[in-house]
Each structure stands twice: as structure tokens, then as C-alpha cells.
Nanobody, 122 residues
Framework: VQLQAFGGGLVQAGGSLRLSCAAS????????VGWFRQAPGKEREFLAV????????YYADSVKGRFTISRDNAKNTVFLQMNNLKPEDTAAYYC????????????????WGQGTQVTVSS
């Protein structure tokens, strides 16, 4: 499975962005997919995960109520809708996939996309 994250950019505080994670591979629909972010000098932070079917989701407290993860298996794509963005949301955002990875732990994931930068100005 190859993953490509895109949709980042520069946005003002309070604004919204939707990130996409496009996957190649016929088995993508059998993978859980998570979103993480990493700011300079900080550890990679878990944000959200969605089960293979889309029936289950789990969020970090820091983004609960502001971010929504969803997926379209017919299009091999997972989305992260980010609303009410704050300057502290500035980071590189990554998607990751794994068969047994309905988890907040990065090492649980088998495949990672390249990061897409999100910058939130105050």
C-alpha cells in the first residue's frame, strides 16, 4: 500500500482545511487508517483513526469536536476535516495504514504517507 497525503496549506486561525490520504492497492479497504502530525522539535502526535469499514473512529482529546475523520473505500481515500484551526495545529500531517492498527501508537502502522504541511496563522 502506498499513501499520499495532500490538502495542507496556510489558513488563518478559525479557518478550515480538509486533508486527503489517497492510497494505492486493492486491499486498502481492509486497513485502519490514522492521522498524525509532527511539529518541529516535537514527537509525532496521534490525531484520529478510522476502522477499515469506517464504522468506528477514535480521536485525540486535542482535536475532538474540531476534526472529523472519514473514508471512501470506493475511492481509496481517507479524509481529515479540520475546523476551527488554531496556531498550535501548525505541523506536518501524516496518514498511516495498518491491518491491525486501530491504535494511537505510531508503531502499530505498517505504511506511511509523506507529510503535508498545515500552517495556521494567528
Amino acid at each position: 500500500v502506498q499513501l499520499q497525503a495532500f490538502g495542507g496549506g496556510l489558513v488563518q486561525a478559525g479557518g478550515s482545511l480538509r486533508l486527503s490520504c489517497a492510497a494505492s492497492g486493492r486491499t486498502f479497504s481492509s486497513y485502519s487508517v490514522g492521522w498524525f502530525r509532527q511539529a518541529p522539535g516535537k514527537e509525532r502526535e496521534f490525531l484520529a483513526v478510522i476502522s477499515w469499514s469506517g464504522g468506528s473512529t477514535y480521536y485525540a482529546d486535542s482535536v475532538k469536536g474540531r476534526f472529523t475523520i472519514s473514508r471512501d473505500n470506493a475511492k481509496n481515500t481517507v479524509f481529515l476535516q479540520m475546523n476551527n484551526l488554531k496556531p498550535e495545529d501548525t505541523a506536518a500531517y501524516y496518514c498511516a495504514a495498518g491491518r491491525s492498527a486501530y491504535s494511537a501508537v505510531p508503531s502499530s502502522y505498517d505504511y506511511w504517507g509523506q507529510g503535508t504541511q498545515v500552517t495556521v496563522s494567528s
